[in-house]
Nanobody, 115 residues
Framework: QVHVVESGGGLVQAGGSLRLSCATSGSTFSINVFRWYRQAPGNEREFVASITNGGDTNVVDFIKGRFTISRDNAKNTVYLQMNSLKPEDTAVYYC?????????WGQGTQVTVSS
């Protein structure tokens, strides 16, 4: 079992920055990949970025150059550094930890970008 907790969301003006954290506990040794998703009101949840055990990253085109995913293995924590935020980045951001035993989600953290 893996417990996932996101934090770091908040209200920021357009052009500002936030760093989201995804802290995990439990059977963290079994996690193969972390993914960040987001869901805006009325929209489906969409993939944002991922990072593997080996440090390979993947980000969607609409955030390239603005968001960076990273991990601290010693802390079992993954980060999403978000710069140059836009109002359309407003959403609940979710962390997903994929392990051998299953896929685990946090409760999400709200990011609101004002224009």
């Amino acid at each position: 079992q893996v417990h996932v907790v996101e934090s770091g969301g908040g209200l920021v003006q357009a052009g500002g920055s936030l760093r989201l954290s995804c802290a995990t506990s439990g059977s963290t040794f079994s996690i193969n990949v972390f993914r960040w998703y987001r869901q805006a009101p009325g929209n489906e949840r969409e993939f944002v970025a991922s990072i593997t055990n080996g440090g390979d990253t993947n980000v969607v085109d609409f955030i390239k150059g603005r968001f960076t995913i990273s991990r601290d293995n010693a802390k079992n924590t993954v980060y999403l550094q978000m710069n140059s935020l836009k109002p359309e980045d407003t959403a609940v951001y979710y962390c997903n930890a994929v392990a051998r035993a299953g896929s685990y989600w946090g409760q999400g953290t709200q990011v609101t970008v004002s224009s």
